[in-house]
């Protein structure tokens, strides 16, 4: 035998008793208020400002970053071009 003051059966009673909100014709039944968009620079500055590092650290991590990835970058796209630049050699 179930205890009638179960806050489970208390609940379930209650969500059973709930209506559901009536629906609007504009809206079509939605409550979530859309967000605005945010800008890059908005999402950089919020991200910046959630980061254990300073600023001009974290700003000059990337910055080297940046020039460590692109002579990768050249390295992996300049495939042809050496290649080409062999089979000329070899031509000539």
């Given at each position: 035998?179930?205890?009638?003051?179960?806050?489970?059966?208390?609940?379930?009673i209650?969500?059973?008793?709930?209506?559901?909100?009536?629906l609007?014709?504009?809206?079509?039944?939605?409550?979530?208020?859309?967000?605005p968009?945010?800008?890059?620079?908005?999402?950089?500055t919020?991200?910046?400002?959630?980061?254990?590092?300073?600023?001009?650290?974290?700003?000059?991590?990337?910055?080297?970053?940046?020039?460590?990835?692109?002579?990768?970058?050249?390295?992996?796209?300049?495939?042809?071009?050496?290649?080409?630049l062999?089979?000329?050699?070899?031509e000539?």
């Amino acid at each position: 035998m179930q205890n009638p003051n179960d806050p489970i059966d208390e609940a379930r009673i209650n969500a059973d008793l709930a209506t559901p909100p009536p629906l609007d014709d504009l809206n079509q039944g939605s409550t979530v208020q859309a967000e605005p968009v945010k800008t890059p620079l908005e999402l950089f500055t919020a991200w910046m400002a959630t980061l254990v590092i300073p600023v001009p650290v974290t700003l000059g991590a990337l910055v080297f970053a940046a020039f460590l990835l692109l002579p990768a970058y050249k390295g992996l796209t300049s495939a042809s071009t050496i290649r080409q630049l062999e089979q000329t050699n070899q031509e000539l």
